[in-house]
């Protein structure tokens, strides 16, 4: 699965807006780790842009929806932490900080941005699915890792997409 294979960088370039990305297989990682505060705890992530190819690039709404991340995660941090404490009924800040880690952000091609995290408390803490997944682009949802993925990596029909466009078509 996507969070257990170590996966080799196959191409590297220098995009104009992200600096310096390398191919990971399903798409575009930033090599640079950005920092996001929740809980009061500072937090390193990996940003990936998914891509089919190494041939395609970082598209515009990719690109635009890092920008509305990083605004999403600074004007609505209450929200993002009060969702995720009232959905594991985690009683306390010092709590949540220890039990969930954010990990990696991925945006789908159609610019939606997710924020996968771990959970200390599942067995399996280094697997990916061991956690769970929250849409912050178009609006804040809280998702099941692997549907997540599917989502993101351009799986159709998804029920997803009606959480996330209220049933419209993108």
Same mark, same amino acid.
């Given at each position: 699965?996507?969070?257990?294979?170590?996966?080799?960088? +196959?191409?590297? %370039?220098?995009?104009? /807006? #992200?600096?310096?990305?390398?191919? @990971?297989?399903?798409?575009? *990682? !930033?090599?640079?780790?950005?920092?996001?505060?929740?809980?009061?705890?500072?937090?390193?992530?990996?940003?990936?842009?998914?891509?089919?190819?190494?041939?395609?690039? +970082?598209?515009? %709404?990719?690109?635009? /929806? #890092?920008?509305?991340?990083?605004? @999403?995660?600074?004007?609505? *941090? !209450?929200?993002?932490?009060?969702?995720?404490?009232?959905?594991?009924?985690?009683?306390?800040?010092?709590?949540?900080?220890?039990?969930?880690?954010?990990?990696?952000?991925?945006?789908?091609?159609?610019?939606?941005?997710?924020?996968?995290?771990?959970?200390?408390?599942?067995?399996?803490?280094?697997?990916?699915?061991?956690?769970?997944?929250?849409?912050?682009?178009?609006?804040?949802?809280?998702?099941?890792?692997?549907?997540?993925?599917?989502?993101?990596?351009?799986?159709?029909?998804?029920?997803?997409?009606?959480?996330?466009?209220?049933?419209?078509?993108?």
């Amino acid at each position: 699965m996507f969070g257990k294979k170590k996966n080799k960088a +196959v191409e590297f %370039k220098i995009h104009p /807006s #992200l600096g310096e990305i390398n191919y @990971v297989g399903i798409g575009w *990682k !930033k090599t640079e780790k950005i920092k996001v505060t929740l809980w009061s705890k500072t937090y390193d992530i990996s940003l990936c842009f998914i891509a089919e190819t190494a041939e395609e690039d +970082v598209n515009e %709404k990719q690109v635009a /929806s #890092l920008e509305k991340f990083r605004n @999403v995660v600074e004007e609505q *941090k !209450k929200q993002i932490e009060e969702l995720i404490m009232e959905c594991f009924e985690c009683d306390s800040e010092e709590n949540s900080s220890r039990r969930f880690a954010p990990r990696k952000i991925l945006f789908s091609q159609n610019g939606e941005c997710a924020l996968f995290y771990k959970d200390a408390d599942e067995e399996d803490y280094d697997d990916l699915g061991a956690g769970f997944a929250m849409f912050l682009l178009p609006k804040l949802i809280l998702e099941d890792p692997e549907n997540c993925l599917d989502y993101i990596l351009g799986g159709e029909d998804s029920f997803i997409e009606k959480d996330l466009y209220g049933g419209k078509q993108k």
